[in-house]
């Protein structure tokens, strides 16, 4: 069956370092993966999106890297902020659905 | 825009009770997602619309029913609510014609609670 798998423990990194928060997959070809934070108590906000054929998005603090070969996502936030902190969230799918994560949650400290 | 609304903010049903949960966007999206998210289990889809009057399954369709007679308006239905129902409720919508896009815009959810 499909499955994907998000680090469930919670990441604490120091303001200032690179965040890196992962996501594999397994039994899964998607057309593109999602990545979407999450604070307590609202829905999901989306942040970026990477094609299939695509290594690397970029957008301002945020990079994501999608390897279909190794079945893998990397989520990157440079110049971590205490106001990064948040649960982070990546999605699978084709172009009608999506299967979500558990999560990472995120934790910078000052 | 109002973006993705949901009502009610909030819930509380007893065992056998039914409701209806109302979500609307005025994005002029095409799809439509309902989603429940508990601790630990992340976002499960309910079930989900790919255009007016169109629905279908998700990954835990059983328990609710969903209507889509509006392109703007997503409804999900508890005919018999169950403790085991007791959850937060997402919506959520996406795509455009003639776009590109498929990232999902959320509601603010509703939590509820069956006793």
């Known amino acids: 069956s499909q499955k994907i798998e998000q680090n469930s423990e919670a990441l604490n990194i120091q303001e200032g370092k690179t965040a890196t928060l992962t996501c594999n997959y397994t039994?899964?070809?998607?057309?593109?993966l999602q990545w979407y934070r999450q604070d307590p108590g609202r829905g999901p906000v989306f942040l970026l999106l990477?094609?299939?054929?695509?290594k690397e998005k970029r957008k301002e603090r945020l990079k994501v890297t999608f390897d279909t070969t190794l079945k893998q996502s990397l989520f990157h936030i440079t110049a971590s902020q205490p106001a990064d902190s948040a649960t982070y969230l990546c999605?699978?799918?084709?172009?009608?659905?999506?299967?979500f994560g558990t999560g990472t949650k995120l934790q910078v400290i000052p | 825009n109002a973006g993705v609304t949901q009502t009610p903010k909030f819930r509380v049903l007893k065992t056998g009770q039914s409701m209806t949960l109302l979500c609307a966007q005025d994005?002029?999206?095409?799809?439509m997602y309902w989603y429940r998210q508990d601790p630990g289990m992340g976002l499960r889809l309910i079930h989900y619309?790919?255009?007016?009057?169109?629905?279908a399954k998700g990954e835990v369709p059983d328990g609710y029913n969903v209507s889509r007679l509006k392109k703007q308006n997503f409804l999900l239905g508890l005919e018999s609510a169950a403790p085991s129902q007791t959850s937060v409720y997402f919506c959520?919508?996406?795509?455009?014609?003639?776009?590109?896009?498929?990232?999902?815009?959320f509601g603010p959810g509703t939590r509820l609670t069956v006793t």
């Open positions: 959520a919508s996406s795509y455009s014609p003639g776009g590109s896009s498929y990232e999902q815009y």
């Open positions: 039994n899964y070809s998607p057309a593109y």
């Open positions: 990477i094609r299939e054929n695509e």
């Open positions: 999605a699978l799918g084709g172009y009608q659905k999506v299967t």
């Open positions: 994005m002029n999206h095409e799809y």
């Open positions: 619309s790919v255009g007016e009057g169109t629905t």
